[in-house]
């Protein structure tokens, strides 16, 4: 069996930034113990898979080196790039179909719109383990899918030292933990970083799906719709965002690193 696959860089224009995802193209869907080997033998946060579907349609899954994800944004992202510039999809929009339901992605100038669920959160508690784990405590705390912590300053974010031995004892599948805090700079609206305890990646570079969360929380703080983030990850990605009420536009670059195929 012969498997096309990439290597793409989301959220940036530069390889070696942003979050690095695989893309591989199937004719049809293959036995999911060899999808979950191939997603390990990547040893990336996640990789995609695309299926051809009815009506000019796709199905996407993703995969971690763990696990199979409900959602993934930057390996979205990803497989929409190499849609439009490999193998030349010459359509306004691309239609995935996927666990977390139909996800179109359109191409507005060099950037990739990606259309998702809003995930808004509520008011939590922070359990003693999360808490042990980080060295220094938010102001707040929310949950959707995802633990949301918000910070005092961008500052802070950066400064935070998440301990993976004692976040690893709590099981958050297919969850994690996010920080978040108003931006320093002028022209950026809120930065954020991304822990997945129990992952092979423990701090995920660019989190796109972490995005339907942000989003809908800053754009009511904030009070706008249109909102431009940074992860403040050692990669570091750009995130524009804006929010649509009950889904959220996610949008960013995306460069290749690397293609080849799979023989297996």
């Known amino acids: 069996m012969n498997i ?3 290597q ?3 959220f940036t224009d530069q390889v070696f930034k942003g979050n690095p995802a695989a893309v591989c193209i199937l004719e049809s869907w293959i036995d999911d113990e060899v999808l979950m080997s191939i997603a390990r033998e990547n040893n990336l946060a996640e990789t995609a ?5 009815k009506d000019d349609q796709f199905h996407i899954r993703w995969f971690t080196p763990e696990i199979e994800m409900d959602l ?3 390996a ?3 497989s929409a790039y190499v849609m439009f510039e490999e193998l030349g999809w010459d359509k306004r929009i691309i ?3 996927s666990q977390s339901g139909p996800l179109h992605v359109s191409k507005v100038g060099q950037l990739y719109e990606m259309n998702f669920p809003s995930r808004p959160v509520v008011k939590a508690s922070l359990p003693d383990i999360i808490s042990k784990g980080l060295s220094i405590q938010p102001q707040e705390v929310y949950r959707a899918r995802d633990y949301l912590l918000l910070y005092e300053n961008q500052e802070q974010i950066s400064n935070l030292i998440a301990d993976k031995s004692i976040l690893d004892q709590i099981n958050l599948d297919p969850g994690g933990i996010i920080i978040t805090a108003i931006g320093a700079e002028s022209d950026i609206d809120f930065v954020s970083r991304f822990f997945t305890p129990q992952a092979a990646i423990f701090e995920d570079p660019v989190t796109g799906s972490a995005h339907c969360s942000l989003i809908p929380f800053w754009a009511e703080r904030l009070a706008q719709k249109k909102l431009k983030a940074k992860q403040i990850s050692q990669r570091e990605g750009l995130i524009h965002c804006t929010s649509l009420g009950e889904r959220v536009l996610i949008s960013g670059n995306a460069v290749k690193y690397m293609e080849g195929n799979l023989n297996i």
């Open 72 to 74: 993934c944004g930057h």
């Open 4 to 6: 096309r696959i990439f």
């Open 76 to 78: 979205t992202l990803a």
């Open 95 to 97: 239609k995935f179909n």
């Open 49 to 53: 898979y695309i299926v051809p579907d």
């Open 8 to 10: 793409i860089d989301a």
